[in-house]
């Protein structure tokens, strides 16, 4: 198993491709639910994560976008390392926010839930 340390660095590729994947789609149609469908959908970016976190995307309401990554090695499954992953990404997450605003929608916001491997909730971000 590999320290969570020497793994963070392709974890915040992959949420960066998250947030990415929001922004691209924020100008679109329904841009909650293409988005949803962007994250749920890319394949290069699950198998990025594949080993480390499942995630899944979803749309809560017509203004928010919850993203769940539920941890597959004991040691991401920390509400330590969730934190540091969201701070890292945290301008991403809010850049995609204020692309969300733009596209019409009011009182955006994109939430990420980190989950255990029981799936339990250990950390909770809301960008907005």
Do not use: W
């Not at 660095?9 to 949803?36: D, H, R, W, Y």
């Not at 959908?41 to 993203?67: N, P, R």
């Amino acid at each position: 198993m590999k320290p969570a340390k020497k793994l963070l660095p392709v974890i915040f590729l992959s949420i960066l491709s998250v947030a990415l994947s929001l922004l691209l789609v924020a100008c679109g149609g329904n841009p909650l639910q293409e988005a949803v469908d962007e994250i749920n959908s890319d394949e290069a970016m699950h198998a990025e994560l594949d080993g480390l976190y499942k995630v899944h995307a979803e749309a809560q309401g017509e203004s928010t976008i919850k993203v769940v990554f539920r941890a597959e090695l004991e040691e991401l499954a920390t509400s330590e390392i969730s934190q540091l992953i969201s701070d890292e990404a945290a301008s991403e997450f809010l850049a995609a926010v204020d692309e969300m605003r733009k596209a019409g929608i009011s009182e955006p916001a994109v939430v990420l839930e980190f989950l255990d491997l029981g799936g339990n909730i250990i950390y909770v971000r809301t960008f907005n």
